[in-house]
Structure formats: C-alpha cells, structure tokens
C-alpha cells in the first residue's frame, strides 16, 4: 500500500492505494469530533449503506472494530478507514445527474428521517448556527462594528423569518450538512457515491438541499454561470428530488434563511477551529469578503 497525506484540517486525511483499491482514512481531531460522536457518523453510514444510500462507508478491521484510536503527541486521536468515492467532483452536473442527486439525496433523507444513533450528534438550530458563532467570533470583528452589527440584525431577522414559517411540519432528521459538489463523486457510468459526512447532524432536511445550492452561488460569484442556469439547474435536482420524496412549497421557501444559519454558522466553525484549520485565512479582510458575500445572497434570495 502507498499512503499519502490528502488534506490536514480538523481531521487528517490520507489516502492509501494499493493492488486491493483506494481507501481514504481519516484521523480526528479530538477537539473537533469526540468519540461518541464517531461513532455516531459510523453508525449513520452504515445504516445508510445497509439502506441502500450511496455513500463511501467505513471499513471493519479484522476485529470488527470501526475506529482505530492512536497516542499521538496531543493526546489519543481515533481514526476511520473508508471506501473511497469512485468517480470526480462534476461542477457543473448535466440534466441527468442533476435528476440524480436529487433522488439519491431524497433516498438518503428516507433514512435520515427515520434513524435514531445512539451517539449524539450536531443540531442545527438558531443558537448554534446563528447566535452562538456570532458571540464566539465577536472579538474578531472589533475593526468591522458595521460588518458584525449588520450580522446580528440579520440573525434576529432570519429567525423570526423561519418562526413565520409551518417549520414544525418540515422533515427533520439528521443531514449531510455540507453537500456542496466537493463533497461527492460521479463515477464514468454517472453513478454517484456521497462522502465526508463531517458536518452530519439533527436538522431540517432541506438543509441539504440548501448547501447543493450554494455551490450554484459560488459560482454565480465567480461568474463562472448566470442565475438563470443555477435555477434551472436547481429545478431538476428538486424534480428528481421528488421523485422519491415530498418536499413542501414552504420547505423550498425556507432555502434562503436556512443558508443564512449555513454561512453564519461557518464563521463559528472557524473560530472554533482556528489552531487546526482556519490560521491561515481568518483575518479582518477575510470577515469583511465573508460578510459582502452573507449580504450578496441575502440581496440576491430573502424577502424579509
């Protein structure tokens, strides 16, 4: 087997190559994911995988062990061997594979729905995505009082947005939580496997519907699309979507608010995890871009 060191962040990632295939182990990082909470993302993709979902499970040792724990110099890390996606990242997925990922992330969602893991997970609701990132990041935005008043007045508005909602008739489950086009494979036979359920935790399911869009975003960002294509686009996903399941009007009419949670949200991931992951980038210039781009999609989605 050869190994390679794919990605350091919160958690390591290598990949491992050999005659028998490509796998991917994943080291945590314990001030990130604790054990129970490992275990939790195992126990969900197994499920998943025993469901029929397509996702990248992890891999037993000969012990039928799922987690394999090292001393490290910080202290015990545990570690997840998994199947590796087959495939690329498609950035710009045609009409079928858009019809695709709506189904299989509908399929997941079934499951989702249903499953109760015996380790806690995440949730994801208006004081972990709205108020406590912004509490935590508050000091970095000590030469952007503009920037972070603008933010908390957003949050309070997002929250009563949602609150005007049927949001007790929303499906509610555990979620992907960053199903960005990053974060799965299309394979030369256009068959998708889904991976990196880091972010997995108790929400609304259209979350995830959600952050598939905000790939579309990014890229209207870029100018790499016009919002006409990332509509368009978006409607397949939703009509293969419901092809396996319901999606309410007011589910799809949340997608803009909940994605305001998403991106406030992130602003807390970072500062949590600035040793491990955001050192390198989390700065006033990178809060006041951030900020821009928060108000760009609220200008662009919301009506308040």
Known sequence: MRCRLLVRNVSDTYIFEGDSGKFVF???????????QIRAEVELLNTLHAKGAQVAYPIA??????????????????????????????????????????????????????????????????????????EIIRKRFEELPE??????????????????LPVGEFSYGYCHYDLLAKNFHFDSQDRITFFDFDWCGKAWLVNDL??????????????????????KAFSVCIEGYR????????????????????????????????DDFSNTFLSTRFLKERTALIRKWVESYCKF
């Open 210 to 231: 959600m952050t598939f869009f905000v790939t579309y975003f990014l890229q209207i960002n870029m100018g790499r699309i016009t919002q006409e294509e990332a509509d």
């Open 147 to 164: 920037e972070y008043t603008w933010l908390c007045e957003i949050a309070k508005r997002t929250e009563a947005k949602l609150d005007s």
């Open 26 to 36: 994943k080291i945590y990082r314990d001030n990130h994911r604790q054990l129970g």
């Open 61 to 134: 040792d000969l012990q039928g062990s799922y987690i394999q724990s090292f001393q490290a110099a910080e202290g015990i890390r545990n570690g997840v061997l998994f199947y590796f996606a087959p495939g690329k990242v498609v950035l710009v997925p045609n009409d079928e594979q858009l019809r695709i990922i709506g189904r299989e992330i509908a399929r997941m969602h079934i499951v989702m729905a249903e499953v109760q893991l015996q380790d806690e997970r995440p949730v994801y609701d208006a004081y972990t995505t709205l108020y406590r990132p912004l």
């Open 243 to 274: 092809e396996e399941r319901q999606l309410s009007r007011e589910e799809i009419e949340a997608i803009p608010y909940v994605g305001i949670m998403f991106w406030i949200f992130a602003l807390g991931f970072y500062e949590d995890n600035f």
